[in-house]
């Protein structure tokens, strides 16, 4: 395995800090539609899941999509989410969109 030099981790980490954003649910209907929309758990890095899907780190990504922690989202959640007028982080990794419900 190849090691990551950590200089292009941080300024991978902060490119994506700065590129994070909140967005209403309405302005990704176009990206669900697509379903290029994954759910992020809210007890994980937003930042750090980007990092690992920007990586191409399929084990670890896999393992989050496997224990559930990280998921397409649903046409069904989605729907409640348009209705509620949903309001969440959200960080554009080509081609995904990964999405953070706020923490109240």
Do not use: Y
């Amino acid at each position: 395995m190849n090691e990551i030099d950590p200089k292009s981790v941080n300024s991978l980490k902060r490119k994506l800090n700065q590129d994070t954003a909140k967005i209403r649910w309405q302005a990704l209907a176009e990206h669900q539609q697509q379903q290029a929309v994954v759910e992020v758990d809210s007890n994980l890095d937003l930042i750090l899941v980007g990092c690992e899907f920007a990586q191409d780190n399929h084990e670890q990504v896999a393992e989050w999509l496997q224990s559930g922690k990280l998921a397409k989202v649903s046409d069904e959640k989605a729907e409640i989410w348009r209705q509620d007028d949903r309001e969440m982080w959200a960080v554009v990794v080509a081609p995904w969109v990964l999405v953070q419900q706020l923490k109240l």
